[in-house]
């Protein structure tokens, strides 16, 4: 029996929910899937290719303008944000490549796609959050997508226990978290509307187990 026909899944979900969990799992349940990390490695999708095919997408200038954008708004050090407008175009051209490139009948596992672009954004600084998302929304719009898209949940309290215990670069002690963890839930929301096909998969394992 041959392979399915080429599909793109995203997972995304908030930090600390347990992806790489859900995804090893998924991984080992089927041999028809394969990680994009394995294609990037396969074709060799180094910055200099993937910033080449970014100019490749119908309205790249635009979602460009809208990365730049974004970046100017969120209130994070400077770094951060050249961080990502980089890691934003990678994204895109990485869709680009699995939906017009990439020919393998398999189904691609995007660890953090475009979708996650939702999450990318959270900050727990001050920032004009619903100016940030309606350029997220603009992005999207432009690229006309069609992915299929799991998001990986659970309670806030595992959530917040689980980045208490690991840390996390955007967020120093457990009030940040608290208000880090509420932001992404409810960017989450957003995200769905612009992904209405989006399935969901409860993590609501111990943070010991995960």
């Known amino acids: 029996m041959g392979y399915p026909m080429k599909r793109v899944i995203e997972v995304t979900g908030v930090a600390g929910v347990g992806k790489s969990y859900i995804i090893d799992k998924l991984v080992k349940n089927s041999d028809n899937i394969v990680l994009d990390i394995e294609i990037i490695e396969k074709y060799n999708l180094n910055d200099f290719y993937l910033f080449y095919l970014f100019f490749k ?5 635009k979602i460009l303008k809208l990365i730049i954008k974004i970046a100017y708004e969120l209130n994070m ?7 990502f407008v980089r890691n934003s175009i990678k994204k895109v051209a990485k869709e680009y490549f699995l939906t017009h490139i990439y020919n393998e009948d398999r189904i691609v596992l995007v660890d953090e796609g475009i979708s996650h672009l939702y999450q990318n954004i959270i900050t727990t600084n001050r920032q004009n959050n619903p100016y940030i998302l309606s350029l997220v929304n603009q992005i999207i719009s432009n690229m006309r997508l069609s992915l299929e898209v799991v998001i990986v949940d659970a309670s806030s309290d595992i959530i ?4 208490h215990q690991r840390g996390h670069g955007r ?3 457990l009030e940040e978290i608290k208000t880090f963890v509420k932001q992404s839930k ?3 929301i957003e995200m769905k509307k612009r992904f209405i096909n989006s399935i ?4 609501e394992k111990s943070i010991d187990e995960v």
């Open 57 to 61: 997408v119908k309205n790249s200038f």
């Open 77 to 83: 050090p400077l770094y951060n944000r050249v961080n």
């Open 160 to 163: 917040i226990k689980r980045l």
């Open 171 to 173: 967020v120093k002690n």
């Open 186 to 188: 409810q960017n989450l």
């Open 200 to 203: 969901e998969i409860s993590n």
